[in-house]
Nanobody, 115 residues
Framework: QVQLVESGGGLVQPGGSLRLSCAASTSLFSIYGMSWYRQAPGKQRKLVAY???????NYADSVKGRFTISRDNAKRTVYLQMNNLKPEDTALYYCKGVRQGYDYWGQGTQVTVSS
């Protein structure tokens, strides 16, 4: 069983920045596809960003140019750098790892963007 632990959420003013981290327990981290999702109250969970084992990335249109996903395989950690945050970015952010058809989720970290 793979465990994913997110951290780095918090309260930030509009225009501010946060960096989320997701640490994985598996020694096979480097071959996992890793994603960040978010879920706002009363809404469906949506994909924010994805990074493939080889480093290819994809982003939701709503965060392109503001968010950057990256990974450090030596630390078994995936990051989400979030800049120019907006109130609509407020959500619970989840990390997901995928390998061979199996999904593993973290417990989530809250991001609140408010003045």
């Amino acid at each position: 069983q793979v465990q994913l632990v997110e951290s780095g959420g918090g309260l930030v003013q509009p225009g501010g920045s946060l960096r989320l981290s997701c640490a994985a327990s598996t020694s096979l981290f480097s071959i996992y596809g890793m994603s960040w999702y978010r879920q706002a109250p009363g809404k469906q969970r949506k994909l924010v960003a994805y990074i493939a084992p080889g480093g290819t990335t994809n982003y939701a249109d709503s965060v392109k140019g503001r968010f950057t996903i990256s990974r450090d395989n030596a630390k078994r950690t995936v990051y989400l750098q979030m800049n120019n945050l907006k109130p609509e970015d407020t959500a619970l952010y989840y990390c997901k790892g995928v390998r061979q058809g199996y999904d593993y989720w973290g417990q989530g970290t809250q991001v609140t963007v408010s003045s």
